[in-house]
């Protein structure tokens, strides 16, 4: 990390580069859009309560998309969602990330041929950081995938262009 | 309480010119088939008379029948006071397939029937409100439960296929 090594050394100074600073910061406290779609919604809330507890990474749920860091697509896609997943993501302030949570947001999961009705695949509307494969994903798989994201944007940089 | 024979029966006293019948020999509850166009007149009578009180619409669904070249309509119906049930039934032409609504006789017909109107495309003549209730609004590709229905290639311009 580069500054927090130095941080008791120097008495009240904390010495860094704006780019970890940023970045340190922005992944520490990750706010989520508060919207679940299907069954892997339930997993995403089990893993918001108490026992998985996503607040102790700084993940809140925000009624808004306008306060939101991020958002999870946890479940079934349809094509009437889609469109309005599509507007809930423009909403959002950049820098914003996206996780993909479970089979059905990955690629249409159970509904990968029947689905006349399905999205295959939440990347065919909106840019995806972090795939989250299951059906549905346990939490600790979502919290890994939480921490793939966190790692993602500690290395991001001002200058390059990443997403 | 009624059986589905007393019923019919009853039916048939009630509507002497309709072309009703009863059919038996199911692993399930027996069916009376009824006209399309009658069924309103049909239900608000199982609905009012004294010894039938049906007040629940249990379930109502369409039933694409393409060997036959029939959409059917079957209706689930129940008596909380009486506790009896029956099952109703209709056919209409696949190329026409008009049924009379039955929202104003039980109004939780409403959503029922939009939904059959939405996934088979069953015309309920004088809904107030037949909409698409599921799909899209603006979905113009047919309607998704009938046999031969083809996904489109696109819908708004995201690919629909695997
Ligand atoms: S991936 Fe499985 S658990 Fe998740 S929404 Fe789809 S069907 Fe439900």
Redesign the interface.
Known sequence: MGFLDKEFTDGNIVIAKAEDLFNWARLSSLWQVSFGLACCAIEMMATSASHYDFDRFGVIPRPSPRHADFIIISGTVT??M??RIKRLYEQMPDPKYIISMGSCAN??GPY??HG??V??GID??IPVDVYVPGCPPRPEALLEGLLKLQEKIRHESMIKKTA | MKKAEEIFQLLKDNFPASNLELKTDQPTEAIIIASPLEIDKICFFLHDAPELLFDDLMNLSGVDEPKAGLLAVYYHLGSTKIKHKITLKVSTDRNKPEVSTLTEVWKSADWHEREAYDLLGIIFLNHPDLRRI???YDWDAGY?LRKD?E?PEF??G?????
């Open positions: 094509l009437k889609a469109t690629c249409g990968w041929e006349y009705h999205l295959k065919r509307v | 599921l799909m899209p998704p229905y996904n819908y708004q995201m690919k629909v296929p695997y």
